[in-house]
Structures are given as structure tokens and as C-alpha cells.
């Protein structure tokens, strides 16, 4: 069965830092897109990035640009998210999910991680 657990949240003032990591188990982890999501208190979920399969090709949202970097390990069968100059709306659940295929941006996930908790505040 797939399983991705995703660990690595917790609460950083703004500014800061947090890496999440998301350990991928039951597929062949190397033949998939992966994708972060977040969910804000009260919001809808909303797209934050995606890797295709090989890690060569990378997307991400406009606010996060240049601040997040997404990258996988594809002997370690983990993906991460790097998350620098942390802003309060960023205080979300993050989640991550599997593409269907070897390519994709997050239109067709078909499994999800149960999620971090990311709080920023002062």
C-alpha cells in the first residue's frame, strides 16, 4: 500500500526556516511527480509546488517563489520542502501527495500524507 508521512513542521517566528520531508513507501517512488499542498485555518487547499519524477523539472506557486525549494531523493524515497523567510500566512497544514504519472502539476494527486502543521508567528 502507498504511504507518505510527512514530518519536519512545527512553529518558527518570521524569517526563519523549516524542512519537511515526506517519506514515500509502496510505489516506485522514482516514477512519479510529487507535489506539496497547504491548507490554511479557513481556506480552500491551495497548489505550492511540484517535481516531476527525475527532480530536473520544478514549479511553484508565485508566493513562495524564491523562498521554498522542493527537491526529492530518489534513493531515500523522500521529498522534501525547504521553507526560508517563513511569512505568518504561511501557517498551514502542509501536505504531501503523488502525481499519477511521471509528469504533472498537481491536477491529478491520487495519494496524500496525513500533513505537517506550519506555524509562523511572533
Known amino acids: 500500500q502507498v504511504q507518505l508521512v510527512e514530518s519536519g513542521g512545527g512553529l518558527a517566528q518570521p524569517g526563519g526556516s523549516l524542512r519537511l520531508s515526506c517519506a514515500a513507501s509502496?510505489?516506485?517512488?522514482?516514477?512519479?511527480?510529487m507535489t506539496w499542498a497547504r491548507q490554511a485555518p479557513g481556506k480552500g487547499l491551495e497548489w505550492v509546488s511540484s517535481?516531476?519524477?527525475?527532480?530536473?523539472?520544478?514549479y511553484y506557486t508565485d508566493s513562495v517563489k524564491g523562498r521554498f525549494t522542493i527537491s526529492r531523493d530518489n534513493v531515500k524515497n523522500t521529498l522534501y520542502l525547504q521553507m526560508n523567510n517563513l511569512k505568518p500566512e504561511d501557517t498551514a497544514l502542509y501536505y504531501c501527495?503523488?502525481?499519477?504519472?511521471?509528469?504533472?502539476?498537481?491536477?491529478?494527486?491520487?495519494?496524500w500524507g496525513q500533513g505537517t502543521q506550519v506555524t509562523v508567528s511572533s
Open positions: 501527495a503523488k502525481d499519477k504519472g511521471v509528469y504533472g502539476l498537481g491536477y491529478e494527486l491520487d495519494y
Open positions: 509502496g510505489f516506485t517512488f522514482s516514477s512519479f511527480a
Open positions: 517535481i516531476y519524477s527525475d527532480g530536473r523539472d520544478i
